[in-house]
């Protein structure tokens, strides 16, 4: 059999159960999801080149300022 039986890991379980807690759990593990579904689409996305990142944070940047400018 391998290095771990069904014991340790329900012991590891109970462990980690205690420490965090249920609902603390529950957050990680949707962050974590969160994480490898932005970061799996990122990877798909092929037409990304340094011009067009300029030109998107350049967008931004002027629609923040307009914002400001109609708070003003």
Known sequence: ?????IWHWIVVLAIVLLL?????LGNLGRDLGKSIKEFKSAMNDKD???EKIESQQGQ???TVNQSEKTKA
């Open 1 to 5: 059999m391998g290095a771990f039986s």
């Open 20 to 24: 965090f807690g249920p609902g603390r």
């Open 48 to 50: 990304i080149t340094p």
């Open 60 to 62: 931004t940047a002027s």
